[in-house]
């Protein structure tokens, strides 16, 4: 849910010193300030994350999004920061029910240019599944092919992401 939210979450919206935020979900020594940790602001939050492990994969979604709101709407009050670019990025990724399926970079146009590739990620609770789109120049899908799963971490697909280009007109190659 946070990769979702960060890719969501306005690229303009500045804060003085932070630069990442931290929600921890904790039952016992809750400690309800947020801490400035090098620019990571840390805060806890009341929730049981025992019981998120019992929860199908739609249910963790949704559990893990409304721990995050909780927890930034806290972190919101404290710093004084601007509720709507966080108002507005929770209600975008409401419209997608949490699906966080998105093209990564741009399209690669054939030699003909009759054809355009593009690079797409899936980023599910238990895999990141990397594809591979063909499309013809009115948009329509050709093709699609699943090039890879892996860890649903941005630190063990991203790896996988380079350059796309075609070879031939019947050959694209994702490098890495």
């Keep these: 849910m946070t990769a979702l939210y960060e890719r969501l979450f306005p690229r303009w919206y500045k804060t003085e010193s932070c630069w990442k935020v931290y929600i921890r979900c904790v039952t016992a020594h809750l400690q309800p300030q947020y801490r400035d940790l090098l620019g990571m602001y840390e805060l806890d939050i009341n929730a049981d994350a ?36 966080f108002a507005a990025t929770a209600a975008q990724a409401r419209a997608l029910e949490l699906r ?3 093209r990564w970079k741009k399209t690669a146009r054939s030699p003909s240019r009759r054809r355009t590739a593009e ?26 092919h699943d090039l890879i799963s892996e860890l649903p971490n941005e630190w063990a697909y991203s790896p996988h ?7 031939s007109e019947t050959r694209v190659v994702l490098t890495s």
Excluded: M, Y
Excluded at 161 to 167: E, I, K, R, V
């Design 119 to 144: 690079v797409w990620i899936d980023h599910d609770v238990w895999a990141c599944r990397i594809s591979l789109v063909v499309r013809s120049r009115a948009g329509d899908e050709l093709s699609r």
């Design 161 to 167: 992401l380079g350059s796309l280009a075609w070879q």
């Design 100 to 102: 966080n399926v998105w």
């Design 50 to 85: 025992e019981g998120f492990f019992a929860l199908g994969d739609a249910d963790k979604k949704w559990w893990a999004f409304e721990q995050l709101q909780r927890g930034i709407e806290q972190l919101r009050r404290q710093t004084g920061w601007d509720e709507e670019p």
